[in-house]
């Protein structure tokens, strides 16, 4: 071998290196830029809004801006190599300093923006959920009222992780499709063997919810709900009576009201649901126990009665009435 092709192949050694070197010092730059947050130690945390409309390089300027990432353009540079700059999505999110662009745009691809919890409780009716809205700001209860119109007894009483900024048209969506999805094949297919409505069991899974807790004596309950019908006999419920009013306590008068809610007034199951009622009501609705009772009351303890004798000595011994 001679002297020019030993130096050719020094030569080509050395350009080798430089070129491996300068291409690891550029893979090192972007991973610095891309994956090192601004101030990994900073304990400062913003709100930040993406604007509906914002596509990625008003998203980094903006972000180079507030000082939350050193250059708007890895920003978007990693945006499309990532091929999230389509999709980053509108919101408020948390974001920090010490939070990378790579964990900024996954953030924001994601769709994980800030969010609240909506809790709905079992036997609340339209009325009181639009009152729980309006003290959380999400919207005024007349409103929610007008909205739920027609669907009393199908919110499906649950914890909803909510996005900030949902509105209540979103929470009721997510409380009808949740009720569709708790009330499952089999107990649809039993309420059609039974040749039952969901419309039925959902207005007498309401009453229950407001007479009784625990999930046993709402089957007993059902049972007997259910044997009144059968016989016409009144269901004489004084939640259907409370729902009417709007007042804990009732009277002798109120019980005359002319109101198709009113069981003491009407025959049969009232115009429909008094609240919306948790899975074990629906169960309860849909598998009543059977038993000898007909009448029940509850002082905290449920007391059930065979007859009507039984049942006024307890009212005298457990209500002093």
């Known amino acids: 071998m001679n002297d020019f092709s030993t130096i050719s192949i020094e030569y080509l050694k050395k350009i080798t290196s430089i070129i491996g070197s300068v291409f690891l010092l550029i893979i090192f730059y972007l991973c610095f830029e891309i994956y090192v947050p601004v101030n990994p130690a900073s304990h400062e945390t913003i709100v930040y809004t ?10 980094a300027n903006n972000l180079k801006q507030l000082g939350i990432i050193r250059s708007s353009y890895f920003f978007k540079f990693y945006a499309v190599l990532s091929l999230k700059h389509s999709g980053l999505q ?16 996954n953030k924001m691809a ?47 009483p649950d914890t909803y992780e909510i996005a900030k900024g949902e509105t209540c ?40 919810e407001k007479e009784v807790r625990s999930l046993d004596d709402k089957k007993i309950v059902s049972g007997i709900l259910w044997k009144r019908l059968a016989i016409d006999m009144p269901l004489q419920l004084d939640a259907t ?19 198709p809610y009113n069981t003491y ?18 169960t309860a609705a849909i598998y009543p126990t059977k038993t000898k009772y007909w009448y029940y009351l509850t002082d905290g303890i449920t007391h059930f009665s065979e007859t009507l004798d039984q049942h006024n000595a307890a009212k005298a011994k457990y209500l002093g009435r």
């Open 90 to 105: 509108a919101g408020e999110y948390n974001l920090s300093p010490r939070d990378s662009i790579h964990e900024i745009a």
């Open 169 to 208: 048209e979103g929470i009721l969506s997510l409380a009808l499709a949740n009720f569709d999805k708790k009330l499952t094949p089999e107990l649809r297919a039993e309420i059609i063997s039974q040749k039952k409505s969901i419309f039925d069991i959902v207005t007498m899974a309401s009453m229950i």
């Open 110 to 156: 994601n769709g994980d923006v800030i969010r609240d919890n909506v809790v709905i409780l079992e036997g609340w009716d339209v009325s009181d959920i639009g009152q729980y809205l309006e003290s959380k700001g999400i919207c005024k209860k007349d409103y929610f009222v007008s909205l739920a119109k027609g669907h009393e007894g199908y919110i499906f």
């Open 241 to 259: 009576i409370v729902y009417i009013t709007g007042n804990a306590q009732i009277t002798a008068k109120d019980k005359l009201i002319n109101s």
């Open 265 to 282: 007034k009407y025959y049969g199951l009232p115009k429909g649901p008094i609240s919306n009622p948790g899975i074990d009501s629906i």
């Open 50 to 59: 993406v604007q509906k409309g914002w596509g990625d390089s008003d998203i």
